[in-house]
Nanobody, 116 residues
């Protein structure tokens, strides 16, 4: 059973930066072949995919975060990262990671709050 643990969220002023981490417990081999993604959700709205990274490290971004956010992965640590810069109030949400298909049980997420 793979468990996902997100961390690194917090409060930041507009224009600030944060780096989120997501560590997956379980088989390193399975993680290495998994296409992973970061999602975010605002209360009352559907969870949205904002970035993904394939097993071969090809990345894709939602228009709303492209240029400002960077997804990366460290297969030796079973971890996927999301470097966020130029944060805006509309980036406020709970951030989650999972496979592109949402295969694993969702973790608790990490809250990101952007406000002055």
């Amino acid at each position: 059973q793979v468990q996902l643990v997100e961390s690194g969220g917090g409060w930041v002023q507009p224009g600030g930066s944060l780096r989120l981490s997501c560590t997956a417990s379980g088989s390193r081999l399975i993680f290495q072949i998994s296409d992973m993604a970061w999602y975010r959700q605002v209360p009352g709205k559907q969870r949205e995919t904002i970035a993904n990274i394939t097993a071969g490290s090809t990345t894709n971004y939602a228009d709303s975060v492209e240029v400002r956010f960077t997804i990366s992965r460290d297969n030796t640590e079973n971890t996927v990262y999301l470097q966020m810069s130029g944060l805006k109030p509309e980036d406020t949400a709970v951030y989650y990671c999972n496979t592109i298909s949402g295969t694993y049980t969702w973790g608790q997420g990490t809250q990101v709050t952007v406000s002055s």
